[in-house]
């Protein structure tokens, strides 16, 4: 396990970038495997209801890591536990480039959605906790550099398809160099020390009773987690299903079926790195609303219209409206009286992250019924709900 006994305390712009190194190469993980998808379902022979069995896995990985996660990070701290996990989700790549058969898939999905859960919820509580320090909103623009991580890897991985780069060695290399890049970018991460969680008394002095507080916090907590649900679910479909709905249902080459994820992931970064901006002015709510408005129109374009350009303009708006969803809702859930950030994130990590695991392989079972075009209102109808769960967003930030 890797310690930070001996850590010394880090200045805050110095933490800043450490964090912000964690966010991209949790982006670089999540989507290593993205463009290679359609690779691997293939060369297995998997039909779409197989591959939305194996990629049950990740889901069933990171629902039984990330109840832990909050007991985890309070043992070891935000900073040890980003360290190890991010290690682990490297080592996670290995077993996913080898597999050779549907079981093998689903183990190696289990491991990569365990640690990218854990890891998940612990750099969101260090950008918490580095946010606090600087008194003033960063999640939105740690969001955006996991959002580069994420396009750097897409773009990596269509290139890597094009030129036919068997796929056990490009995960052997994306898992090296990431390896190299946490344990010496990280290293200013932010001690134990930082995850302190004030009394609710001292988050809102003259307000309601400790009890009461709490009891508030929880159903807050609830809410955010449907919120992430909703977005998230939007957010795995893109990421599991873009490709192959670009390559399979409109006929696109292997090298631009990536293109669609590539897309969200350009609009994504962009509207998070204004995301800070626009949330102090507009606030959270209306944020939100108008986003999942344009998120639902986006996720909707590509099947409505069945043409490629429409299909990678669809996805790429859902990017722009889902952009501000993650930041507010950790923000959100990190800072509630009387509840540890690592707690709160990680509960509205297991039930939000389940949308971005757990939706893709229903939306593959629904388009084994019903073809894949079809099966994308789902999210589509998610991410409007949005709409009228936005004022649990109400105090993000505060």
Not at 344 to 363: A, K, M, Q
Request: proline residues 6%; aromatic residues 6%.
């Amino acid at each position: 396990m890797i310690t930070e006994k001996h850590a010394p305390p880090a200045p805050a712009p110095r933490a800043r970038l450490a964090v912000t190194v964690a966010f991209a190469v949790h982006g670089l993980f999540t989507a290593a495997w993205v463009a290679r998808i359609p690779q691997i379902k293939d060369d297995l022979g998997l039909s779409e209801g197989a591959m939305g069995l194996a990629l049950l896995g990740a889901p069933v990985g990171l629902v039984l890591a990330v109840r832990s996660a909050g007991a985890l990070i309070g043992r070891w701290g935000s900073r040890a536990t980003t360290l190890a996990t991010g290690v682990a989700c490297a080592v996670s790549l290995i077993p996913l480039g080898l597999a050779g058969n549907l079981g093998a898939l689903v183990c190696a999905l289990a491991l990569m959605g365990a640690s990218l859960g854990l890891m998940d919820v612990a750099m969101n509580a260090q950008g918490v906790a580095v946010e606090r320090r600087y008194g003033r909103p960063l999640m939105s623009g740690l969001h955006a550099w996991y959002s580069i991580g994420t396009l750097l890897a897409a773009l990596i991985g269509s290139a890597a398809a094009h030129a036919a780069v068997p796929v056990p060695l490009h995960f052997a290399a994306v898992a090296a160099a990431l390896t190299a890049v946490l344990l010496l970018g990280c290293r200013d991460l932010l001690d134990r020390s930082a995850d302190a969680t004030p009394e609710p008394e001292a988050v809102a002095p003259g307000g309601p009773a400790r009890n009461g507080t709490v009891r508030s916090a929880r159903w807050s907590l609830a809410l955010l987690g449907i919120i992430g649900l909703c977005s998230f679910v939007g957010e795995g479909a893109v990421a599991d299903w873009s490709a192959i709905y670009l390559r399979e249902d409109l006929g696109t080459g292997p090298g631009t079926a990536g293109l669609g994820y590539a897309g969200c992931a350009v609009a994504m970064t962009l509207g998070r790195f204004t995301g800070d901006r626009v949330v102090a002015r507009f606030g959270p709510v209306r944020v939100l609303r108008a986003g999942s408005l344009v998120a639902a129109a986006g996720l909707g374009l590509g099947p409505a219209v069945h043409h490629p350009a429409a299909a990678v303009a669809g996805f790429t708006l859902f990017g722009l409206g889902v952009a501000a969803v993650a930041p507010v809702t950790f923000s959100a859930a990190g800072n509630l009286p009387g509840i540890p950030a690592a707690t709160g994130i990680s509960r509205v990590t297991g039930v939000g992250y389940l949308g971005v695991l757990g939706g893709p392989p229903v939306i593959g079972f629904v388009a084994q019924g019903v073809g894949l075009g079809w099966a994308l209102a789902v999210p589509v109808a998610l991410v409007g709900l949005i709409v009228l769960l936005a004022p649990a967003t109400a105090t993000a930030g505060r």
